[in-house]
Structures are given as structure tokens and as C-alpha cells.
């Protein structure tokens, strides 16, 4: 589509959006009538800007159903998601929104080539969370055979990706991993597994890890993006070109904020991604603030698609980190371990406060392949993992090497940080 035929439908698509839920959602309402805005003010997606941002903060503030933009019957799946802090970010979907959800996530799978003769192992969580049922569904929609395993219970994910010859697998890039090291302790190599593709996604992972994984497990890796409260998985996802991911923008409107000024940036400067769920009815979010790090580009793509891409997310604002007055985001260090090459990708991040000095541990697996007993050696390693780091992000840093296996895995999204300043 060209770039003047999507902004008309993006247009028509934001004018009914704020129609409707000026109409049915107090919340818009007030908060439209708080600035002296009224609905026919919006007149294209020119005037997006006029409309107030929503927080996650406003999700809680109306927990569950406040946002809900019809009445509970109109409502036939309801996902959420687990904050850190307090009540889980509740969803709902109608029947129109499951299709659209399906629509966009075998989209998705289409730009990795995914399709009727594909084996499609879903490892993502099923339940609440929206990435095993988002992702089933699409898988379904483009054709493959779907698998729907659920996260968790390695030796079974490996015994059924051999015996029923999975080509793709869809799960977290820290499970990804995780799976493909746990390979020989199970009894299988790669010679048992068909395994072609991989459609990972649900946290940040740097490009690094995209090369680690596709050659840990010989196939093609791809990015998979998207947050519950815009729909689930399938917002955005890369193609063969890895060159950003292509949102599916007739669906969610981004936008990309500075983070502390809220002002709309223009392409290609970084900031905070924001979306406006166009054709959304259960729970339209108009200009929802991400808190995630991208940029976007409307550049046509080498792949032929028109759609705005954004660039692959290795942060959210509220997981950097300060030391010592320094931004760090624990993406940086995954990048600078994975470019050394010489230690495993499981790693942990401890923040601590003595005498009112930030300081920063890292603890990181050696590698099986290359572990040595001298002391030597070690010391030798983790001074230079500590120079890599001194140079790439300007903190020194304390490096711990730690046995094979002897960080935590996660089934589903990793944990990496711990912080215990607080
Ligand atoms: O994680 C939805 C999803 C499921 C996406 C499966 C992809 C695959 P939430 O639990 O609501 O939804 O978490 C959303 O996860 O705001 C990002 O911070 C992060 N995130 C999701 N996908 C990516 C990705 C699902 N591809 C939050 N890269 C988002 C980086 C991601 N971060």
C-alpha cells in the first residue's frame, strides 16, 4: 500500500476509533473533555498528536474492565499480564479482535516464511499470558502443523521436536538457548531435529543473540513483537532482511516519543514507542505509551513491504539501569559477551550500593567447550571480559565466572538483573 493510501485508512480508522470510545469509555471521555477536545477535532491521523497519551498506570487505576469499550458479552477471551509490582494488566478481546489477532500474527509467521509445510512447536506459554494463544492461532491461520506445548519441560520440548520433526520453534530467546544447550544432557544432538526456523520474541535480545541462536541450532532466526495491552504477539515482527520489524500499522499506529518530554520524534531518532490500537474494539488504547526503546523507518524494505519498520527493541526505559551516573541497559553487556564469543550467554546482573558507590557484578557461565582448570586462564578471561565491558560501556565492572548451569533458566521471559540498592 502506498504511504498516502495508509494514512486514509489510518485516518478513517482514528476517526471512528474516537468516536467510539469518547462515546462508551468514561475514561477518554473525561480525559478529552479535561483539554476541550471533542471527536470531530480529530479530522485525520495528522491529529493524533491532540489526543492525551494512556499509561500502564491508567490500565491498573481502572483494573479489570474500566477501559472496556462494550459490554462484557461482547467480550469471549479475556489474557493478561503479570507487572512486577500489583495487579496484572487485564485484556479483552472480542470475536472481530481474535480475528484481527490472527490475521496480524500469520502475517507475522508469512514474513518468515512460515506455512502449510511447517511443523510449528509452540513453546510460549499458554494461559493468561498472550504469546501461546496469539501465536497458536496465526500458526494455524498460515497452515502448519502447530504443537501447542506450552513453555516449560525441556526434555519433553526435545523428545517432540525430534519425534514429530518440528521446523519451527516459537518460544522466548533466553528458552531458545536454554533448549538448544540442554541438547546433550537429553541424549539429542542436532542430527535428531529438523528444526529450520525460530520465531522468538516477548524480550529484548540483541543481534548478537539472533547470530548465537541461528548457529547454535543451524536455522533462520526471527523477531516477534508485540505487548498485551496492544493485542499480544504479532504487532510487529522482522523478515528476512532483519533490517527492523514491519508493524502492522493499518492495525496499531506508532508512534515514537522522547521519553521525558512526551514530544513526538521524527524517523529515525530513538525514543519511546507509542500505539494507537486503530480497529481495536474490547479494549481500544489510544496512544499507549510502551515504555519500550525503537525508532521507527519508512523507508521501503528489500522485501517489497511498505510498512513502517522499528528498530529492534533492546531496552524499555524502565530497565536501564544508572551506575554511577551512567545509562546501562543489561542488553549492552549480552552484546559485548556475545562479540568475545569465549564465555556461554547466560549471564546475571547484580547491582549493589557500598558506601554510597553503585557497583556492578557480573556473573557469567563459561562455556562447556571451553572450560579449563587454571586459575590462570580464568583470571585471564575475566580480566578481559572486564576490559571489553570498560570499553564498550565505560563502568568497571566485577566479572564472575560461575560453572556451566549455574545461572537460573527461565521457561519463559528471563530474569537478568537483580538490584539491590532499592
Ligand atoms: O510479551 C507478547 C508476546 C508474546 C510478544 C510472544 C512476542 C512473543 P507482554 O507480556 O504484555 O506481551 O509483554 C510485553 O515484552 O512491552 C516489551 O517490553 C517486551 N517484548 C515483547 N516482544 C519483544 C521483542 C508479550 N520481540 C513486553 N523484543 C513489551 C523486545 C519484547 N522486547
Not at 510449528?120 to 491461520?141: D, I, K, R, S
Not at 498485551?228 to 528476512?240: R, Y
Not at 499507549?288 to 528498530?311: A, P, W
Not at 546501562?328 to 559477551?337: A, C, K, M, R, T
Request: aromatic fraction near 8%; charge should be negative.
Amino acid at each position: 500500500m502506498s504511504r498516502s493510501k495508509m494514512r486514509e485508512l489510518q485516518s478513517k480508522r482514528l476517526c471512528e476509533l474516537v468516536e467510539r470510545v469518547y462515546k462508551n469509555v468514561p475514561f477518554y471521555r473525561e480525559k478529552m473533555d479535561a483539554i476541550g477536545l471533542k471527536p470531530t477535532d480529530i479530522k485525520s491521523i495528522e491529529d493524533i498528536a491532540k489526543l492525551p497519551f494512556t499509561s500502564k498506570q491508567d490500565l491498573r487505576d481502572n483494573y479489570p474492565f474500566g477501559l472496556f469499550a462494550v459490554p462484557m458479552k461482547e467480550i469471549v477471551r479475556i489474557h493478561a499480564s503479570s507487572g512486577t509490582t500489583g495487579k496484572p494488566t487485564t485484556v479483552g478481546y472480542t470475536r472481530n479482535d481474535l480475528e484481527i489477532w490472527k490475521e496480524v500474527v500469520s502475517r507475522s509467521f508469512s514474513m518468515c516464511g512460515i506455512g502449510t509445510d511447517d511443523v510449528m512447536q509452540v513453546a510460549y506459554g499458554y494461559g493468561l499470558f498472550t504469546g501461546g494463544l496469539g501465536a497458536h492461532y496465526g500458526a494455524e491461520e498460515v497452515g502448519a502443523s502447530v504443537i501447542p506445548i506450552s513453555g516449560g519441560n525441556t526434555r519433553r520440548q526435545l523428545q517432540l521436536m525430534s519425534d514429530y520433526g518440528s521446523t519451527v520453534l516459537a518460544c522466548t530467546p533466553s528458552y531458545a538457548l536454554h533448549l538448544a544447550d540442554a541438547m546433550p544432557e537429553y541424549g539429542y544432538s542436532l542430527s535428531d531435529i529438523k528444526l529450520k526456523k525460530g520465531v522468538f520474541g516477548a524480550e529484548p535480545w540483541t543481534e548478537n543473540m539472533r547470530i548465537e541462536l541461528e548457529k547454535k541450532w543451524g536455522i533462520r532466526a526471527y523477531d516477534i513483537y508485540g505487548l498485551s495491552e496492544i493485542m499480544g504477539p504479532g504487532v510487529s515482527n522482522d523478515c528476512e532482511h532483519h533490517v527492523g520489524l514491519h508493524v502492522h500499522e493499518d492495525h496499531f499506529y506508532p508512534e515514537v516519543v522522547h521519553p521525558e518530554t512526551n514530544e513526538p520524534l521524527s524517523e529515525g531518532e530513538e525514543g519511546e514507542l507509542v500505539f494507537t490500537t486503530l480497529t481495536k474494539e474490547g479494549i481500544p488504547l489510544i496512544r499507549y505509551n510502551t515504555r519500550d526503546l525503537s525508532t521507527l523507518y519508512f523507508e521501503k524494505c528489500s522485501c517489497g513491504r511498505t510498512l513502517v519498520r522499528m528498530k529492534k527493541i533492546t531496552g524499555r526505559s524502565d530497565d536501564m539501569l544508572i551506575i554511577r551516573g551512567v545509562n546501562l541497559f543489561p542488553s549492552q553487556i549480552e552484546h559485548v559477551l556475545l562479540d568475545m564469543g569465549e564465555t556461554s550467554a547466560h549471564y546475571m546482573l547484580y547491582v549493589d550500593r557500598h558506601n554510597n558507590l553503585d557497583t556492578l557484578e557480573l556473573q557469567v557461565e563459561l562455556d562447556e567447550s571451553k572450560l579449563t582448570d587454571t586459575i590462570k586462564d580464568l583470571q585471564y578471561l575475566s580480566k578481559r571480559i572486564q576490559h571489553a565491558l570498560n570499553s564498550a560501556i565505560g563502568l568497571s565492572v566485577k566479572v564472575t565466572l560461575v560453572e556451566p548451569k549455574s545461572i537460573a533458566r527461565s521457561e519463559g521471559k528471563a530474569v537478568r538483573v537483580v538490584d539491590r540498592r532499592k
